[in-house]
Structure formats: C-alpha cells, structure tokens
C-alpha cells in the first residue's frame, strides 16, 4: 500500500476510533470514582440524537456537541439519582439506562429519520492541512477529534496529578477512608458520573454529526460495550485506553480495507474477528509486561455507599 | 388498529400476557375477534431500508382490512435464540398469523411452528418449510442485474464496490448478478467485495465505503441496511444505489436508482387467506413480475438512453426473455460453470456458496 491509500485508511480509523474514545473515557473517570454505569450504550444514543436534533433546528455543529454532552449527562443523571441517592443496584440500573436509551432516542428520533445534515466541517487551515501525509491527519479533522485527544490528556493529568483526581481515586479504592477523612465521596461521585454521561454523549454526536452525518435508530450498534469492554483492558488508565480504541479503530479499519483491495484470501469472518483478538492480545501483553502496574479495577466499584450516621 | 411495542416492553408484557390469556382460556380466534397479525424484524423500523420496507408492507395490511385485523411487530430481534422466545410469545398471544422477516429466523420459526400447529408462520429469505410454515422471497437478483447493467455502463475506473452484510447464498447471488451484468457490457469490471459481517451498523457500513472509494471505486452498491454507504458516496462525489428503500434525501446527486422492495401484495394476499381459510403452506419467491420488486425513479445522472435500456431489461425479465444467471457463466478461477444459453435453476441459485468471474472479495 502506497502514501495515497495510508493516508486516507488512517483518516476513517481516527473516524473510527473517536467515538470509543469519548465513551471509554467517559466511563473510566466514572468507574475510577467508583461507580459502574452500563448505561453507556443509552446515553451515546441520546446524545446522538439531541445532537442530531440540534443540528436540524440550529444549523450550529457547536450547539450540536454542547446538546449531546449535556443529553448524556441528563441520562447520567437520572443513573446517578437512582444508584447513589436511591443506592438502586448499579449493574441492573446501568442495563436499564441502556434499554431506556434505546427506546427514548428511538421515540425521541422518528421525525429525523430521513433527514439529512451536512457532515461537520473539518479544519482547513491554508499551507499546513495540504502538506504531504500529515497535514490531512493533523490539520483535517473536525472538532470532535481535537476534543477527544485534549480530554484525554486532560483526564490523564487530571488522575494523576491533580488534588481533585485523587479525591476522585480515593473515593473509587476506599469509599469509607474518603468519607472519614472529610470528602464528600456522594457528591463526587455525582460529578464522576455526570462527566461519564456528557462524554458518552459526545461519542454518540461523533456517529451522528461526524461519522454518519444522520439519524437512525439504534445506530450506534454496540459501540456503548465495546467503549465498556475498552475499560476494563485498558486496566483504567486514559493512556492505555487511547491505545486501546486507536487499536480497535485501527484493526477495524485496516481489514475493511484489506478486503476492498481484493487482494486478500483470507475468509471475511476471520477479517472481522481480527479488531477483537488483535485488541485482546495487546492489553493482554501491555497488561503482563515490564510496564505492569497496578491492574484491578477500582476497590470500591460497583459498591453502593452511604455514609454511616 | 395497531399495538406499537418496542421488544423489551413486549418482553415485560408478554409473560403477564401469556398468563392472562392461559388463565381465562381465551381462544386466539373467536368469530368476532380480529385476526391477529404479528411481525417480527430483523432492525428497527427506522433503518429507512429492509424492515422500513417490511413495516410499509405491514401498514398496507392495517389500511387494507381495518378492523378485521390487528398487527403487531416487535423490532430490533436478534437472529438466533432471542428470536424464537420472541415468535413463541407471539404465538402464545394468540396471533393467526406470523411474518418472521429475517434469514436467521429460519430455524427459530420451525421450532415453533411445530409447537402451534394451528397457528400460520411466513418466513422471509429461507428455504424451510412446514404444514403451517410457509417460505416467501423476492427475486432481488433482478434487480441487481440492473444495478450491474447500469454501474457497468457508468463506472470510469471499472471497479463497483459492494457492501455486503453476511454471507449467505442471498447476498452471494446478489454480488454474482451484479458482477455478470456489468461486465456484460464492460468486460473488465470488477466488483470488490467488503463484508461487514453485520445487517445494520451504519458506521462500519460508512468505513466499508470510504475503503472501497479510496481504493478506486466509482459505483457503490451495498446489501446492508442503512442509508451509509450511499450517504458517503454523496459526499465523495461517486455515484451509487440505494438499498431496499429510495433513499434519494441522503444522496440526491449520486443515487442512481433503488431496488424497491415491495411486501404489501404478498402480506394482503396473506392475510386474506387465512381470514378465507384458504391458506395453505407454499414457498414462493416473487420478483418484478409480481410487482415485488421496483425499481427507484432513476437519478439524474442516469442518461436517457441507458434509462431505455434498463426499462427494456425490466420488461424482458418480466416477459421471461432476460434471466440474470443465463450462461456462458464463469467462476473465479475462469472455469466454465454454466454453459453458454443455459439458466441457472432456482434450487442451484439458492445455495449459491461461489464467486463469479470478476468478483474480488
């Protein structure tokens, strides 16, 4: 394969992995607090479609993202009232979420099935989006992209080296120890998992603003699980996650195109199969490997808690 | 009247339901009673392709005999296990009848036509039947030759690309009919193949699209649900065809045309039978002929003379002048497999497991 094909092969995989992305991080803030929500699913598909509607009403891809963000978080909300006020189990909750998702956005997103919008533009910045190889893949994407990449990094440093992100931690290892030291671990949890939602929901306005600029029921198609499944083999760490959706994205991609080559005799199954195992074997090798640290999931989560009187 | 349950609520439902009607010995069928029609769909009804298409068909049914029928469908069913608590729930509702509009029902509806004799099933795309099970299916490789014939005609660089779901005898005879009649009329062309491995995920369908557009593709065509593949043609400035339904919104420059599928007559013709008590089990597979399938209006960019050509292609297929598999017919490794003047028969065209020359997949 030449510069001509490479280049536009890892456009659609950076395409392809954003979504994921958004969500699995969004999730891994949520879980390093503590909390399991399996509502992802639910709230890419809220976002995708408010996102969606905002872009039909307003024209605005910025209101677009904003309505998607604040979509997911309102879903989060509702997951946050019911398992961290109500202490409702969080795994049955979270499916819940997810089916309530599906059924909202679908009700929510009939009058848009059929319609339309352009695709988000893309950064065009004159002399550096037409330099060779990398101006398209540094200087030619959308908003989104840009955003996924600095939320990372921010989520990053956020965990690692600021006061709030090892509240956060702490409340996620040992939710009794924060409490008794004077953190208000309910609170923070609030916010952990409205954060999730808002990201959730922006990898949803990903497909529906970017991706696939439309609308259609159930478009997602399981993204919400694999972003889930990205999480816990990413060992909770933003920068393995990256690696991780980029790999998925990638392998993902690279096989479709091996196939459109017609080069290939390699049956379409085991191509499909391939971003799976190739995503499997990786973290497991990350995971095992000299650059092994700390690989349970978060002490306290999934636990309910409330503070002892 | 219509009973609009998404698949979970019906799920809830259905046990309480099924108590319900157990309990008071309700009969399914009393004299006054509307028959009840269920239908069971592979995607939602909003995929604006394949069971957008089965639900038009359904309202067909609700329009045409009012009060004397009540449908209900249930969206969004996996293929496999899922499936058949589904159909065993509708029939234990007390439905007359039951479409079960996918390939992987097949088995699933088997089971559970044989536990309620008395009730009548209509599989999709399969080939089983039973006393109670019938088997329907459009000819969607007639239309495809057209698409073929006109992605041939209109491909600058030879090569039509194909997005294709799962592969089953179906969607291979679908490529197969394409690749034919394109290099009928353009020796060289190709049709490079990318399966998804998936009926509806509009983003992988969209990313199969840009792969096959970047590698040089100018014609995109697509056996998957959703209106992606064609979207992305719009916006790479190629031309393509929708799928199942027009979906000339997302695409107004690049579709070409669509093969339409068409249920309604089948379904009425269905319904009425049972409410005559003259159904009886039957495998049917229907193309332009019956009015089961049609062609979308053609796109702009189809020019006059071809549009004649195509319209002739119709009208010789309905006459039984034009057959899609008609030989010399040749597989991948250039081997003769059916002679020249020969047509395939349907049974050898229904476990179709092989590439024509000038597939690439």
């Known amino acids: 394969m030449t510069a001509d094909l490479l280049v536009p092969m890892f456009v659609t995989v950076i395409g392809a992995a954003t979504p994921l992305l958004f969500a699995a991080l969004g999730e891994l803030v949520t879980e390093r607090s503590g909390v399991l929500n399996l509502g992802v699913e639910g709230m890419m598909l809220a976002g995708a479609v408010t996102g969606f509607g905002t872009v039909v009403a307003t024209g605005s891809h910025t209101l677009g993202m904003v309505a998607a963000a604040v979509a997911g978080a309102g879903m989060a909300l509702l997951f946050a009232v019911l398992t961290l006020s109500l202490l409702a189990n969080q795994v049955a909750t979270g499916l819940a979420l997810t089916i309530f998702g599906i059924g909202l956005s679908a009700l929510i997103g009939a009058r848009y099935v059929g319609t339309p919008i352009p695709a988000m533009p893309k950064l065009d910045l004159p002399g550096f989006t037409d330099l060779p190889v990398l101006g398209p893949i540094l200087f030619g994407q959308d908003a989104l992209v840009y955003l996924s990449l600095a939320a990372t990094a921010g989520v990053a440093w956020f965990l690692s080296r600021s006061r709030a992100g090892r509240i956060l931690r702490a409340c996620g290892e040992s939710d009794i120890s924060a409490h008794s030291i004077g953190y208000h671990v309910i609170r923070i949890r609030y916010l952990a998992v409205l954060f999730g939602g808002a990201l959730s929901g922006l990898g949803g306005a990903c497909l529906s603003l970017s991706v696939t600029p439309m609308w259609i029921e159930g478009m997602t198609a399981g993204r919400g699980w694999i972003a889930l499944a990205l999480v816990a083999f990413a060992s909770w760490r933003p920068g393995r996650l990256l690696a991780g959706a980029y790999l998925f994205g990638g392998v993902t991609i690279i096989q479709l195109y091996l196939q459109g080559s017609g080069l290939v005799q390699i049956p379409a199954q085991v191509m499909n199969m391939l971003p799976y195992l190739a995503t499997i074997a990786l973290l497991t090798v990350i995971a095992g490997g000299a650059w092994r640290g700390r690989l349970d999931a978060p002490a306290c989560l999934g636990k309910p808690f409330s503070p002892p009187s | ?361």
Do not use: C
């Open chain 2, 1 to 361: 009247m219509l009973w609009k349950i998404d698949r979970r609520r019906f799920l809830q439902g259905a046990a309480a339901t099924t108590a319900l009607v157990t309990a008071s010995g309700i009969r399914a069928a009393q004299a006054a009673e509307p028959l009840k029609v269920g239908f069971v769909y592979v995607g939602p009804i909003g995929d604006y392709g394949w069971t957008h298409g089965h639900d038009l068909g359904r309202k067909a049914v609700e329009k045409k005999f009012g009060d004397k029928v009540k449908t209900t469908y249930v969206e969004s069913v996996a293929e496999g296990p899922d499936a058949e608590r589904v159909i065993r729930q509708l029939a234990q509702q007390g439905h007359g009848l039951i479409f079960t509009t996918s390939f992987g029902y097949m088995e699933q509806t088997l089971r559970v036509a044989k536990q309620f004799p008395k009730v009548m099933f209509e599989h999709a795309t399969g080939y089983k039947t039973a006393p109670n099970m019938s088997a329907y299916n459009s000819r969607f490789y007639e239309g495809r030759a057209i698409l073929g014939h006109i992605g041939g005609k209109l491909t600058k660089t030879g090569k039509i690309g194909y997005v294709a779901s799962v592969p089953i005898p179906e969607v291979v005879m679908g490529i197969n009919a394409t690749a034919i009649a394109a290099r009928r009329v353009r020796p060289d062309a190709e049709v490079r193949v990318v399966w998804v491995n998936s009926w509806f995920d509009p983003a992988k369908e969209s990313d199969a699209a840009k792969a096959l557009i970047d590698q040089g593709v100018d014609i995109m065509t697509q056996h998957t649900d959703s209106p992606a593949p064609l979207q992305v043609a719009e916006a790479r400035g190629i031309l393509g065809f929708g799928q199942a339904s027009d979906m000339k919104q997302y695409a107004p420059k690049a579709q070409l045309s669509a093969i339409l599928d068409i249920w309604a007559p089948h379904y009425i013709a269905r319904v009425q039978a049972v409410l005559d008590g003259t159904w009886k089990t039957q495998s049917t597979w229907e193309g332009f002929k019956e009015g089961a399938l049609v062609m979308a209006p053609w796109g702009d960019a189809v020019p006059a003379e071809l549009r004649k050509e195509a319209d002739a292609m119709v009208a010789d297929t309905i006459s039984g002048k034009f057959h899609a598999f008609t030989g010399p017919i040749k597989n991948q490794k250039g081997e003769v497999v059916v002679k020249a003047g020969e047509r395939m028969s349907d049974g050898d065209l229904l476990k179709m497991d092989w590439y024509v020359e000038g597939v690439k997949a």
